[in-house]
């Protein structure tokens, strides 16, 4: 069965016949006392409401939360949001779907970036922390994780894929900024970029839905992360106790400030370096991401951004792009 | 040889022969062109300065920081401070100075705070939490350690044995409010209580002078304790993976906020009370120590204490005291 | 008449029958000109919706916000919420009904409560606090208001009761740390903890709901309970000058804090440890009550605890209460 | 015995002869073991060091720390401090000395300040306000001390007569405002700003040295102030109980925020006026007399100020005097 | 075409015709599939919903968001809000609209006020400040806008008219306090008070409605203020160097704090003052109009004011307004 | 004639002669009532302690603070300090000194640095913003100071070059980053980084010590770089309106949040890349200089860093250094 019409391109009016993931499932009753079905409904490009107001009872065995649905319906527009009259819904195999279809991915290609990251370890000078990369990124369970996770819940890189796309993009002005401040010990900074997110592999679930697991909640990806590091050292014959000190410190510290998680803030100019690096490319993200979702011809202005705490200019970018030759090769002008 | 008077009993205008441990060593000239020595000396009861005048050059050689030293001097009153005229110094073999003579030491004797935490391991009922607090308390490493370590480098109990006096302390009141808080997991409480500040050992460092170990600048008490737990569960057969979750939880949150360097905050009851207590012990602690330290007959305030960034009162201590019988016994009257 | 079926009892498409309270009340228009009456209804057990769809002209004077009515209705689920169609209503005598079934109330007794806190005033030895304890808690109005009141409008102990509930807990948690510390007048701290929050009774207004009353946000209960003590101590002879300072004292600064709203700091042992208890004592009802609150089957998470800033464990407790023998004793399991 | 040459105008080498107040005293011993006493003089002017080198043990019964002494000295310069080595010294009897030569005084005669007070008391339309007001400001020991005593310890207006200087201030200011804003109560207004900082009576001690009283740490000047309020209030007659709570209000929530110190934080606009006026008054206070103080021919700037965690520019006060026509009419220039 | 009843007077099952706002415009469908047009509509007095039920479709094209519209209804109570059901509905001519109807205006006559406040410039005695002062009120443009702007989107005097009338009540305050503190500089502050917000001309749009422009958000009116006082100061002839720092820092560090945008810290008193008369101003604005709109004679109290994080009082306006004589005098009884 | 030694080479007991410059001097009289001078006298390398004992008075006339002078001298060591028992000193006349032997220099050549920045001004595509670039480094005052300037006045770069140097590497660190980040307009945020800090040219001056000019402290070096800005904008035809609001944007939010200086945050995703490039290259600065300052044989640690407020590793640095190879290719190994 095929996938039906993106969310984020249904229009009013129109029949909507296809595949999307329900996550929410609500009975309800109207007025006049017939029953009815509330629906969240949701695919990788975003999430409609769906309402079955005719046969929900006979309707509702056939599906439930969390399943993956084949439905027919037709779209209106009820108090400006779009809305999916549902006429039949059931439910289809798990093995029938394909899940990247239902949650939002990296535009980045995780094989891609995972060949990459590999051709970064292996520039690394230092026996100790080259041996220690490979041995992380060589356990099949690890890698495999570390490609499908997000980078977080519902801020930054919140998207399959996620982690591996921001840990490339971390590493790669790691090794810019270690070329530019001529003090830095490359090796260090660059182990640290690769594993300083590696925890959160642990600290997600992303199955349907990104949520935190309770090692998540409890622990932290922080410390979940230096305890694979930890636990990694002691297969790495004579890793010096000092540069073992000094990688966990990265990971330790790279959120910078106590009041944000990290037990230790930056003692040395690589993890000080780190900390820095892993803030912008969040930041960056969420800001163009929002930049560009946001774009609308009535205003030069987004709405406004709970998180920055302020609203953000959309007319930079549109100006920028008018001289940008070649944007019409067919996929998405912007990727981050 | 012997020790000198203690250092808070020094009067003016006093011969002073003794064993003593040198903190700080200078040597200085003086407008006349003639060298001196400046030294700062300590034993348990306190720090006095003292100066060699004479025969400087001479007694140089005879003596180094962070030696324990026999000194023959008389006492001066100096711009209101009390200060040692040194006419004779030399260093002793270290196997002949006695150290808890020369470092503040707790007033709880080490030995039977283990025996009491001992009994208290006894009466815990999980049988993994059990096993592994005395895996922990059975290394005759750890407890050496345990039993001679200061929990703080200047705060709350910075005393030879402060740490297992404040971990009985918490274990205590843990114990108390266990039983006042039907819903609260007593074992896990007490374990969490016992073991909270166990990295201690690795962070500081106590010989001579108490100070942070790289280790513990670089990952930190709550950190490394976390990892000492995380190694003996391994040991442990069978631990369930929850209550690992659990107790590691109860070390990692147990300063209560991110900014105090947990890199989570309680979220169970019983982490919660740990968090408290920890936090009660400590303040009362460097409260009543510094009422005590700064009664002053002229008023009934201390001086300014920095880190509670107020004055205290001193009036209800003395207050308080008349009425308590009994308090010639023969021990300190206070014990805090 | 009777009380109907406990709110929290009542399920989908059943027929309601008896007394509630009508907490809010408003009249509405359909879209098709027909008027109706939206309610808010309560009993101890919590909040549920009422419309009134049919005969609203007719039945709405019959009773008023703030009335106890005797209502006939059948439960629907509407839009995820339970909900009353309500088809008659009437309100009763307020002599007819037991504001008890109204309110939530604590599960703890007020008059043992009471009897527990004489027999805690009668240990202690300080001739002066005793008889000050003594006339507070002789006052008939006093002690009519203190065993009905709750301890907050909205946060801890916000029930009939609680702040009897929330005093006695303190109280014995302050006998427990009066024992623990040697140096702590027990005298002071068991007065200061008992008689912390009487200001409570003129702060809070509960009579059907919980409000502030003028007082309340204009003096607050801190300096309104100090006034109290203040006006007291006058009627006990020779009541030192010294002593009525340190009792004032405990009672100003029990927050702790000058941005909680205390306008002195802890400045004595005995009032440092008022502050910890009370917050602890606080805390731990919410902390406890929320996760109680929030068991879910799929989850062993709490939903988002606004205060706290966190989402709380619920794993933990359903693990502890499996092994607990004896829990059907009669009373509520958890007394907090 | 005559006042000798005020402090501030004390030059090097010249020979210094007459009346200062001791106000630190400590006995010393040079390096050639020669007593001496090292000194810290006073008067209203300001502070100077003074050493005893020369029959230090003969002068020293004779005058003792507090005392107003006699004394005959020359000044010197010492590592760029003004310094009096004194040959004779000796105390004289307490009503010899005029205190009002020794500690600051407000530019303001308090006489025509209190008699201003009592003229706007007039003003006030109010009965049960004027009568309060009345009754606090007939008594002679409020009266005495209420034009003797400094507004703070060591920020502004602390010097004799500072209370009173600030309040009529505060009141004048408060005139204008309710003048100002319509909708104001200039009775409420007038009646808060006369009473916000009456409690310093009780919350500083002002003899010889500013300090603070037991009281003042213990309970603060706020509630003492309050205090006084609500038991005046019981002596006017009908004294409506809203208007008590209003009065008690202004002057509980007169520091406008609860992390200065104020229980209640401004519910009324004139609460909030109130706060204002006084921020003002003393921040004005502190600004000008530093910039005044601080005027150096070399730089635009004051050294830093570490309350306004700033430095400030001294420039735009030389400029503005300037233009000035009159400025000789026999009075100081500054009145602040 | 009439202005038809002012929003603020309309009840419940009364017809309503004539001219409003149209502020928002949603297009709708029922559930029975009926399109339908949702509305905000709003005059100076207020806002109201608005529905079309019938003729929808032949309704739309009539009239858009942003017009004033013609249009004929009834209102109707719905779930405790007014709302109009709207029959007919027609744009009118841009022109034949007086939009002082449809905006929140002043309570202030903007001429009157500028005449105020060019009276007030006469008294200026420098020549420079005053000229600067003459040339930017001499300007047309800047002259038509400053008597219309709001002084906010939507906090303080978020109205037309709203800027000059903070304007000239700084203005006023600035005067009353140059009289009383002697060492300030009147012609400074008085200039500073009259130019400090000239900025908000650029920073806020307002036609139809308020908000920032694209200059606002990324310049902000302080540094829009402080660039037109730069380029008019270079009209004046040899305006001294000093005075157009001095005038500048003014501007500059209005908000008193960094971290209330001001990119300087107040360093001079006269620019400390004006820092707080902006503030009181604003903050007595909205204190007093929030306890007007919000007077209900069931409480004392306003609902949560979200910016002063409180509750205010209500009760002592009502006290105040009883005994004013004259009240009737044929204004506002309140001017701000 | 010759400057001395550097001051940071100067060892215990050596003659010290030739050329220092004159910090601070300060005349005293020792006890004996013998006249002397105090001085701190510095070079590019550092400061240290100056004493005149013996002709005192003859010598004092012969220089003044801030001279550059000759002297003769020994090196003596004085309670842990370097200090000079001075002989001999005269002032010389300003043009025979090389002020950057006195003042601390960058270790970037100036003229490289500024013709990096011609070459990268000659890559902006950008026709106004790239003209604009050049109109401000074509002024020949302009580059003349820009090349001079140091970066602060006592933070980081706080070298005579430390703008140019500062300015150079926040330009590079851009250029990596506009090439990593595709939606970045790389002219805009290569024009904000060479021209973020051009107004610390106004803010501060230079000679002989470094210190904040009157614009500096009452305007601030982001206002006065904005201001040139606007002004040379004027002369760039037909300058867009909306790109001279996003270059002026740059500057005026580069610190990024409203408490570091800042009148706007960022709002545009180049603005918020600007400031933690700034951030970044301020704080490696620091960090690296003080663990560069601070390598101590005895220690893996930095003293306490007031502003990090924290300790730093040092041992990392070591342990890097050594597998490096050719790091003695005659340029000191750090360049930072």
């Not at 007025?31 to 009815?36: F, I, Q, R, T, W």
């Not at 093995?95 to 094989?111: G, I, Y």
């Not at 490979?134 to 894929?161: M, N, T, W, Y």
């Not at 930049?291 to 406004?304: A, L, M, V």
Request: with cysteine; hydrophobic share 40%.
């Amino acid at each position: 069965m095929q996938k039906g019409p993106y969310i984020e391109n249904i229009r009013e009016k129109q029949p909507v016949e296809g595949l999307y993931l329900v996550r929410d499932k609500n009975n309800g009753i109207t007025k006049n006392g017939k029953p009815y079905i509330a629906l969240n409904l949701s695919d990788k490009t975003g999430m409609i409401k769906g309402r079955v107001w005719d046969n929900a009872e006979k309707l509702d065995p056939g599906f439930d939360q969390g399943d993956v649905v084949f439905l027919k319906s037709h779209s209106v527009l009820y108090q400006g949001d779009m809305q999916l009259n549902v006429h039949a819904i059931n439910r289809i195999a798990a093995e029938d779907a394909d899940l990247s279809d239902f949650m939002p991915a990296s535009s980045v290609d995780p094989e891609q970036a995972f060949a990459d990251l590999q051709a970064s370890i292996a520039t690394i000078n230092d026996p100790h922390l080259r041996r220690l990369l490979e041995l992380i990124f060589e356990d099949a369970r690890i890698v495999a994780a570390f490609k499908q996770a997000p980078a977080a819940k519902s801020i930054h890189h919140d998207c399959l894929g996620g982690l591996i796309e921001h840990t490339l993009s971390v590493t790669r002005i790691a090794d810019m900024l270690a070329g530019h401040y001529a003090t830095v010990n490359r090796d260090l900074l660059l182990a640290g970029a690769m594993l300083h997110d590696i925890g959160k592999i642990y600290e997600l679930s992303f199955e349907r839905s990104f949520d935190y697991t309770d090692e998540g909640r409890l622990i932290g990806h922080i410390v979940l992360g230096m305890e694979l590091i930890s636990d990694t050292i002691r297969l790495v014959p004579d890793f010096p106790a000092q540069k073992a000190l000094l990688i966990k410190h990265m990971i330790l510290s790279h959120h910078g400030q106590l009041e944000f998680g990290s037990p230790k803030r930056p003692k040395i100019p690589e993890a000080l370096l780190l900390s820095y690096i892993d803030d912008i490319d969040a930041k960056m993200f969420d800001f163009t991401q929002f930049i560009e979702k946001e774009q609308r011809p009535e205003t030069n202005w987004t709405g406004y951004h709970r998180l920055f705490n302020r609203y953000l200019y959309t007319g930079a970018l549109a100006e920028k792009e008018l001289p940008v030759p070649g944007a019409d090769n067919g996929k998405p002008p912007k990727d981050v």
